[in-house]
């Protein structure tokens, strides 16, 4: 049985061979580009996403717990049960989101139905990371947050 973090953890695996954020050659061998479904978000969609993101990135900084968790699809919510558990986890493994010298929107895409939002992090060593961002349309309309990675980068910051 494939589990919802399972599934999660492919997408993400192959959205970093499709961005090219392994080796040419790892990514050809394990991804063909021509079998992923051309679709594409409306500006309007994607100003929406980067406008969640960002809000939950002031949020951390601001150290906001409730607003941060908020922004988290329900199914997030759940799993996590409180604002205090959600945010301990944030800090304990995605300081870098909220802690860098800068970060930088992507072009988004979607992969098998799921909406990904990439992020260039430079860290304040000057490495670049790509935050992963999976989010999900709920029921009103709305963009939330389901699920974020951080993975190093080839690609240098501009």
Same mark, same amino acid.
């Given at each position: ?51 969640? *993101? ?55 895409? *979607? ?9 260039? *992090? ?22 939330? *947050? ?13």
């Amino acid at each position: 049985m494939v589990t919802r973090l399972t599934a999660f953890r492919l997408l993400l695996w192959l959205l970093v061979s499709f961005l090219g954020l392994m080796s040419p050659a790892a990514a050809t061998a394990r991804f063909d580009p021509a079998a992923a479904p051309e679709k594409k978000l409306s500006a309007a969609d994607r100003a929406k996403i980067q406008r969640v *993101i960002s809000l939950q990135l002031k949020a951390f900084e601001r150290n906001d717990e409730s607003v941060a968790f908020s922004y988290s699809t329900p199914e997030t919510r759940k799993h996590f049960g409180t604002a205090r558990e959600f945010m301990a986890m944030v800090r304990a493994d995605y300081t870098l989101l909220f802690d860098n010298a800068s970060r930088k929107f992507l072009e988004a895409a *979607i992969v098998d139905g799921q909406v990904i939002q990439p992020l260039q *992090i430079v860290s304040r060593g000057g490495e670049t990371f790509v935050a992963l961002y999976a989010v999900e349309r709920q029921p009103d309309r709305d963009w939330r *947050i389901a699920g974020c990675e951080i993975a190093p980068s080839t690609l240098q910051a501009t």
